[in-house]
């Protein structure tokens, strides 16, 4: 699988949560979207934690001035 950004990652997940719930799969169909979906996860929290480091390292470099200009 290759990797999504972020939003394209949320979406297939979206995706994947109404298919499983529309009942309509077979049981390997099922197991092979929920395979993908915990993937998708994986994926997902990998990134969000980038994203917060990254936001923690601009608050030290540029300050957490919350004055309004």
Do not use: H, P, W
Request: hydrophobic fraction near 30%; include cysteine; glycine fraction near 4%.
């Amino acid at each position: 699988m290759e990797k999504k950004n972020f939003e394209e990652s949320m979406k297939r997940l979206n995706e994947i949560v109404t298919a499983l719930e529309k009942n309509e799969s077979s049981l390997e169909q099922s197991i092979s979207l929920f395979e993908e979906g915990l993937s998708l996860v994986k994926e997902c929290d990998l990134q969000l934690k980038g994203f917060e480091s990254k936001v923690q390292e601009l608050m030290k470099t540029y300050g957490n001035n919350n004055s309004t200009d």
